[in-house]
């Protein structure tokens, strides 16, 4: 399974941006798909979770701002993010779980007026 990641950038306090992670390869076998992120010196923190049914699950930190989403038809999970805050700036992760957990690449996300 190869992730691709996009929709990253710089916005200002209080403004949106939408991520998107579309999944290529033996995406008929990925189960759970989400978001992590890594602020510089932190820990990755997992951001929010979605079943392949839509269950989800989110960080206390982003709950009633972040909203996550997936469209199995085309393997791919989006993150629409709102109301955000300078803490949310952060390199963010799209990973897939099917047997094995996979990872895309970084994609930047920079809060600042």
């Known amino acids: 399974v190869q992730l691709q990641a996009s929709g990253g950038g710089l916005v200002q306090p209080g403004g949106s941006l939408r991520l998107s992670c579309a999944a290529s390869g033996s995406a008929f076998s990925i189960d759970a798909m989400g978001w992590s992120r890594q602020a510089p010196g932190k820990q990755r923190e997992l951001v929010a979770t979605?079943?392949?049914?839509?269950?989800?699950n989110y960080a206390d930190s982003v709950k009633g701002r972040f909203a996550i989403s997936r469209d199995n038809a085309k393997n791919t999970v989006y993150l629409q993010m709102n109301s955000l805050k300078p803490e949310d700036t952060a390199v963010y992760y799209c990973?897939?779980?099917?047997?094995?957990?996979?990872w895309g690449q970084g994609t930047q996300v920079t809060v600042s007026s």
């Open positions: 979605i079943a392949r049914r839509g269950s989800t």
């Open positions: 990973y897939a779980m099917s047997v094995y957990a996979f």
